[in-house]
């Protein structure tokens, strides 16, 4: 009978108490335990998700030092474990020191058991969601856009237009600023792609000294130069069948230019110090952080080539124009790096996001990357504030409105994405937030086209 029951912890070392409490909540599988060895044996051998716990533990019954200690051990052994911190009308301060340290929330004793039991059923509730959302994401870790963390407008019109692109064999160009995810997508692309089970090979034409370029782009015969000891192909000719990624082609040499336009035109490629055409099927896929129609014309870039690189263009949007995505990555960050550095779960405290949100993000994702990991191995407790990641102050304009139904549609549906933003994906906090029930706040999802996971 207590196999498909939920699994829930009482620590309590009052044997009244503790029957009490079994008896209150025959709904779960209740274990019990008395003192912090105990505790910590339960939390190893049945994993609840949700644990009520007194501070008063033995051998410190009237204080809370051993309640506390319990707690951080508990936290360090399973993070995700929802601790429901039970306490005495005059040990208000020691119960704020426990939700600080990460405890989910804490009720007075007395204990009421009705509103208990909604306290813990909101906590497992809870638990639940996040333990979907990781199954959801672990789900889509394969995918093709899995790189792509968004709830943007803009930014999933551009996935939209990747996924209609991918089948074709048209040339794609993408723009966007440093940082924005330009390789991300042209690695999407290869993989949706019919060519997706071959090669996909990239350069990057910025980091490239010019006299090597060639060398590096089409190959070379044994004895085309000084130390050309063997023959090489070049990195076209590896990508044969599969896709080749010219990053920053905007850097290429107007030499290199006239010669790669050959090859788009012909499909054929020499090695340095050659004279066999070699015949190579291969997809373009390029980008640049640079304005190529600029660099056209003022004559830094051949217009003929631009136009064959470009049959379709995708434009990445910065990620101070992505609205919610700064949060939003900001959360998928720090889960990614907590796990990576062995971090237990930290929190980002309400400064922190308000600073993130300020924050104009020059760098786009990549600078925010950086941020949020050495915010992860800076914060000492488990709370990141603002001060842990290191930004400046924002003085970025407001926009000013234009029409009041404009204005109504925006506004809502920017809280929307903050408030979902700001709790990483949670339904029941980012309804709390906004004041609204959770099937009014899925209407307004529904209705504003606003997905419920990234």
């Not at 912890?9 to 909540?25: A, M, N, V």
């Not at 090669?199 to 590096?216: D, G, K, Q, T």
Request: proline letters at 6%; a negative charge.
């Amino acid at each position: 009978m207590t196999q498909n029951k939920p699994k829930l912890l009482i620590i309590e070392d009052d044997p009244g108490l503790q029957k009490q409490l079994r008896w209150s909540f025959d709904a779960y599988d209740v274990v019990v335990a008395g003192d912090r060895e105990s505790a910590l044996a339960q939390i190893r051998r049945h994993e609840p998700a949700v644990v009520t716990m007194d501070l008063g533990l033995p051998p410190d019954p009237d204080g809370s030092t051993e309640g506390l200690a319990t707690l951080e051990q508990i936290l360090a052994l399973a993070p995700d474990t929802r601790v429901i911190v039970l306490t005495g009308n005059q040990e208000r301060a020691n119960a704020v020191k426990a939700i600080a340290m990460g405890a989910y929330d804490f009720h007075q004793k007395p204990c009421e058991p009705e509103v208990l039991n909604l306290v813990i059923q909101r906590a497992f509730f809870l638990h639940n969601l996040q333990m979907e959302n990781r199954r959801m994401q672990s789900n889509q870790a394969d995918s093709p856009m899995a790189g792509v963390i968004s709830r943007d407008a803009g930014m999933l019109k551009v996935c939209r237009n990747i996924e209609k692109v991918a089948p074709t064999s048209a040339s794609v160009m993408v723009l966007g600023e440093s940082g924005t995810g330009k390789e991300v997508l042209a690695r999407a692309l290869h993989a949706l792609s019919p060519r997706a089970k071959e090669r996909f090979v990239a350069i990057n034409c910025a980091a490239i000294p010019e006299n090597l370029l060639e060398s590096e782009l089409f190959g070379y015969e044994k004895g085309a130069f000084t130390g050309a000891a063997k023959q090489t192909k070049g990195k076209v000719e590896l990508a044969n069948g599969g896709t080749f990624f010219l990053d920053e082609v905007g850097d290429l040499p107007m030499a290199l230019q006239a010669k790669l336009l050959r090859f788009l035109q012909e499909r054929v490629i020499e090695r340095i110090g050659g004279h066999e055409e070699i015949p190579v099927d291969v997809r373009i896929v390029c980008a640049t952080h640079q304005k190529l129609k600029e660099l056209c014309s003022t004559g830094r870039f051949r217009e003929d080539l631009y136009y064959r690189l470009s049959e379709i263009v995708v434009t990445i949007p910065p990620l101070r124009a992505r609205q919610g995505d700064a949060a939003l990555l900001a959360h998928h960050f720090k889960n990614k790096f907590c796990a990576q550095e062995s971090r237990p779960t930290l929190h980002f405290a309400p400064d922190a996001i308000a600073a993130i949100e300020a924050y104009a993000w020059p760098g786009n994702v990549r600078e925010m990357e950086n941020c949020v990991k050495r915010a992860v191995i800076m914060a000492d407790g488990p709370t990141i504030v603002a001060d842990d990641l290191g930004l400046p102050d924002s003085d970025m304009p407001v926009e000013e409105p234009l029409n009041l139904r404009q204005v109504r549609d925006e506004a809502e549906h920017g809280a929307i994405v903050r408030a979902l933003a700001r709790v990483d994906g949670n339904i029941v906090k980012a309804s709390e937030m906004l004041g609204v029930s959770r099937p009014t706040l899925y209407d307004l999802m529904s209705r504003h086209g606003i997905k419920s996971s990234a």
